[in-house]
């Protein structure tokens, strides 16, 4: 008895090892190259994408997030690892760090400022792991820290915002007050420089500025605070709609209609911007397309091949009167 039962136990043990051993050799026949970091990807058809978001604080944000979740999936090809730094760059440091760590294929963010990147994209680089930015820049020297950088020319969009302002209100003696995005973003610092240099020569001035941070609470305080300090305020250029959406809050509570009292121009062209527009409480809106997705998917599977890719895309960014808001709103995707 103990013998059969002996035997089978061996047996089963053997044939074990035997198909353990053929499973190794088979894979030593070369069918699994040695493979670093960009072949990987290539074998079991799946890119590891490790993803740092700047954070959850506006409506732009919201849809570029989604167009990244809802094209970086498994049927496309794609493991999305995620993660949201609350506007803190240490949190977004910490998430490439752990995607160096856990080995992804291909690892893409959104610098929340321009400047500090360079220590954690060296690594990145060390460790074989291409890097593409997706919607704001990095101020880094080193182009060979980053694939490619796809995204809006912010200036631009601060000039067209600039140039409608100077259009309309160019001779009326229009004081001027600007909600600035967060402190060192590159939307933020190149929206501002666009803005100024397009109503330079004109009689526009820019009384007061300061950051909201991009967020609709901040972009009411500090409109608040300007309505204390001024009593002559003509217009409003925010940054985003959601700054911009907080100052008509703040203006309505002291009794001013904004888009009439006080004109507001702003920049994304979000639903909420653009419903606020055909309501006329805002009176322009520059548009910065967030749907940055299906670039990025095309981008990494370029640099998983191997294939060249170009070292900035560009996206096309859209301007809006009232208008025009009531026209494109039941068609907006985002
Ligand atoms: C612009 C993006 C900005 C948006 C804001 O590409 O970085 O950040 O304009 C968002 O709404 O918070
Ligand atoms: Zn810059």
Redesign the pocket.
């Known amino acids: 008895m103990a013998r059969t039962t002996l035997t089978r136990t061996v047996l089963a043990a053997v044939s074990a090892a035997s198909l353990f051993a053929l499973g190794a050799c088979s894979s030593d026949a070369g069918t699994e190259p040695a493979g670093g970091g960009e072949t990987a990807a290539a074998d079991d058809g799946v890119i590891t994408l490790g993803f740092s978001q ?2 959850a ?5 919201a849809a ?1 997030t989604k167009s990244i979740q809802d094209t970086l999936t498994a049927e496309n090809g794609f493991d999305l690892k995620f993660s949201d730094a609350q506007q803190k760059q240490e949190n977004q440091i910490q998430a490439i760090r752990s995607y160096i760590t856990q080995g992804v294929d291909v690892i893409a963010f ?1 610098p929340v400022v321009e400047t500090g990147w360079d220590a954690v994209l060296q690594e990145a680089k060390a460790a074989g792991i291409p890097v593409i930015l997706t ?2 820049a990095v101020d880094s020297s080193d182009e060979t820290l980053y694939e490619s950088f796809i ?2 020319d ?1 200036v631009k969009e601060g000039e067209m915002a600039g140039e409608w302002v100077a259009e309309q209100y160019d001779g009326e003696g229009y004081k001027a007050v600007e909600l600035q ?2 402190t060192g ?3 933020a610092i190149d ?1 501002k420089e666009g803005f100024a240099s397009a109503i330079e020569g004109t009689d526009i001035e820019l009384i007061d500025s300061q950051t909201g941070n ?2 609709r609470a901040e972009g009411k305080t500090v409109m608040e605070g300007f309505l204390n300090a001024h009593d002559d305020i003509d217009l409003v250029f925010a ?5 911009g959406l907080g100052a008509i809050e703040a203006i309505e509570a002291a009794g001013l209609t904004p888009g009439e009292d006080i004109k507001i121009v702003t ?2 062209a ?1 639903k909420d911007g653009m419903q606020a527009l055909a309501d006329g409480k805002i009176n322009y809106i520059v548009e ?1 397309n ?1 749907l940055l997705g299906p670039d990025l998917a095309d981008i990494a599977k370029k640099v998983l091949a191997g294939e060249e890719v170009e070292k900035r895309i560009v996206v096309k960014d859209e301007a809006f009167d009232q208008a025009a808001a009531k026209e494109a709103l039941p068609t907006r995707e985002y």
């Open positions: 700047v954070g604080e506006s409506g732009w944000r570029n959104s919607d704001r995204g809006s912010f995005g967060t973003a590159a939307p929206r991009f967020t940054h985003n709609d959601d700054m920049i994304d979000v910065c967030p």
